[in-house]
């Protein structure tokens, strides 16, 4: 009885201990969490007011990522402080070491959103685009709506709306449509090889030239591009603002295909020639014969 009398007293005088230096640093813990708490509201002012700095002087989205940024560095360091309050004997290296081990299986964990988020604060920071481009991103085209520090957001030009992530658009190759003010459009009109060319010419370059959206300078131009197995094929180059692109591509197809008809010139589509032997021909009449006989 002896033995388990002594186990018994040496654990009431442990758990004893643990009360104790509990309620010993009630009044370290309470002022930890004070500071923290001031450190906080510290973090919300500091993250307001970066925000409205660099919104100020550049896009409003990258003014609420450094915000972000600036107030998750504030805390970090708000936990620093409240973690020495309570425990002085932990110094920083240690502390700082700690939650350096953490801070890594947490990039692990967590790689793709941190890739995201740095890619949109490069985007939102070199801005390469920006809301209201046409842009070809990552299989998808369409006009940016958004870009925040997690994707880019751009509407199709069928309606719907795409996010494509950061860092797919950060890394892969894009095109930005209205970089420049006009851009040029190429279209092959077929004709057939008996067509008179300079006139099929004169009559396709005319009809584009008659288009109003289509500019004149640069001016449009047309030439023989390859022969093809039913036709000669022209190939007409114009140009046009970016935002009359495709009504423009619309009006001179059909200014072009009233012109074609108008001068009566033909626009071929594909032919088959099939030559047949003389034996063939020879077979196929004597089995014809042959089921009339019988």
């Known amino acids: 009885m002896e033995?388990?009398?002594?186990?018994?007293?040496?654990?009431?005088?442990?758990?004893?201990?643990?009360?104790?230096?509990?309620?010993?640093?009630?009044?370290?813990?309470?002022?930890?969490?004070?500071?923290f708490i001031l450190i906080m509201i510290l973090a919300g002012f500091i993250r307001k007011i970066t925000t409205r700095i660099i919104a100020s002087r550049a896009n409003r989205s990258v003014g609420v990522a450094l915000g972000r940024i600036a107030y998750m560095a504030v805390v970090f360091a708000g936990l620093l402080v409240a973690v020495a309050i309570i425990a002085p004997s932990v110094g920083a290296a240690e502390l700082i070491q700690i939650l350096g081990v953490g801070s890594v299986a947490i990039g692990f964990a967590f790689r793709d959103i941190l890739q995201n988020f740095l890619a949109g604060l490069i985007i939102l920071l070199r801005q390469p685009f920006k809301a209201g481009d046409w842009i070809k991103a990552s299989r998808y085209e369409g006009i940016v709506r958004?870009?925040?520090?997690?994707?880019?957001?751009?509407?199709?030009?069928d309606g719907q709306d795409v996010s494509i992530p950061n860092g797919e658009v950060f890394t892969n190759a894009f095109t930005i449509v209205t970089r420049d003010p006009i851009m040029r459009t190429d279209y092959q009109f077929g004709i057939a090889y008996d067509?008179?060319?300079d006139h099929a010419k004169e009559t396709i370059l005319g009809a584009i030239k008659s288009v109003e959206a289509v500019s004149s300078d640069p001016q449009p131009d047309i030439g023989v591009w390859e022969f093809a197995d039913s036709s000669i094929?022209?190939?007409a180059r114009w140009w046009t603002s970016t935002d009359d692109f495709y009504d423009a591509r619309m009006n001179v197809l059909e200014a072009v295909k009233k012109a074609m008809d108008g001068a009566d010139i033909e626009i071929p589509f594909p032919h088959r020639q099939i030559l047949v032997q003389d034996e063939v021909v020879e077979s196929l009449n004597n089995n014809k014969k042959s089921a009339a006989s019988a």
């Open 3 to 35: 033995p388990l009398v002594e186990q018994a007293n040496a654990s009431i005088d442990t758990v004893s201990e643990m009360v104790q230096g509990f309620f010993a640093m009630v009044p370290q813990i309470l002022i930890a969490l004070i500071v």
């Open 146 to 157: 958004e870009i925040s520090t997690r994707s880019t957001w751009i509407r199709t030009f």
């Open 195 to 197: 067509a008179d060319i």
């Open 233 to 235: 094929n022209l190939r």
